[in-house]
């Protein structure tokens, strides 16, 4: 029976880098022979040549090659390629083709998407103070204070700025003892807002709205969504008759004409539980955002 053998070749191992977000590349190439044991074995076919003891798909660079190297160490072998060599007789040329997105550390990925946006929120009082972190115990103990602007009972419409924030990054689940992404723990965070200041966001107005995730070879691609509210997420509420209509008494004059107005106003906090939402992220992710790359000469 023939055997296979196969040397790598000189011009071999040819690097490719992109920019964080893009796959990096490495090449092997080999020269791959078949040799039979006597002029009467018969040749096994052109598919053998991918079992000769090359490089297969999704396999990392053999450790020859990446060393001590935790950056090479993340190439996965993402295609094989023959063609025959034709000067010699069952010979070919193999390159075997790696791609990484780079390790931990090395080749940081992380990027922000914000859009402007606003929510409609009833106002019952203008300029009224905020909460100490934008909290809001229940039951209310105290008006939230400010001028009237409701009439007769029926608050005005305001628009309450807003920005949609989404980032990011890319999770290498095959990296050594790192594994599946911690889905549990994000989860745990999701309706939470800051307890510390984040990407800008004073305490209580960042809320973590949730992670979208989507498999790209062996990593994962995923967005975390976060809202920051320029009311910390905060609404204002009317105190109710048992009819249901907000309990109004004398207010003031608008065009010589006394009006009612609600009496009572509370803060209303949807999200009450704050944690440290920001450590969805790494410490080197949160630096790919904050610290300007390249620095300026």
């Known amino acids: ?13 040819i690097y490719g880098l992109t920019s964080p977000g893009n796959e990096h590349s490495v090449d092997l190439v080999y020269q791959v022979k078949w040799t039979p044991a006597s002029s009467s074995d018969t040749y096994p076919g052109d598919i053998e040549i991918f079992t000769s003891g090359i490089p297969q798909v999704r396999e990392r660079l ?3 090659v990446y060393g001590s190297s935790g950056f090479l160490k993340s190439y996965v072998c993402r295609s094989v390629e023959s063609a025959p060599v034709r000067e010699g007789t069952y010979v070919f040329r193999v390159t075997c083709r790696f791609g990484s997105f780079g ?5 940081g990925y992380c990027q922000v998407t914000r859009s402007s946006s606003i929510r409609q929120a009833q106002m019952w009082r203008m300029g009224a103070a905020f909460p100490s972190n934008y909290d809001a115990a229940w039951p209310v103990s105290a008006d939230i204070g400010g001028s009237k602007v409701d009439l007769r009972g029926n608050p005005k419409t305001y628009e309450v700025p807003q ?6 990054v890319l999770w290498d689940r095959t990296a050594g003892g790192q594994g599946e992404p911690p889905w549990s723990a994000w989860s745990g965070y999701v309706g939470n807002r800051n307890s510390a200041a984040f990407l800008g966001a004073a305490v209580g107005q960042m809320l973590y709205r949730g992670f979208q995730a989507a498999p790209l070879q062996e990593w994962y691609k995923i967005q975390h969504n976060f809202v920051w509210d320029a ?8 105190i109710p008759l048992p009819t249901g209509m907000p309990q109004c008494t004398s207010g003031t004059s608008v ?21 440290s939402i920001g450590s969805v ?5 949160l630096s790919e955002l904050t610290t300007p790359v390249p620095a300026f000469p």
Do not use: C
């Open 163 to 168: 920005q949609n924030i989404t980032i990011e």
């Open 281 to 285: 992220l790494t410490s080197a992710q």
């Open 255 to 275: 065009l010589g004409v006394t009006i009612l107005q609600a009496d009572k106003i509370g803060w209303m906090q949807k999200y009450p539980t704050k944690s």
């Open 103 to 107: 390790a931990t550390g090395d080749f």
């Open 1 to 13: 029976m023939g055997t296979w053998s196969y040397i790598e070749v000189a011009d071999s191992r």
């Open 62 to 64: 053999p450790a020859g």
């Open 231 to 238: 009311w910390g997420h905060l609404e204002q509420f009317g």
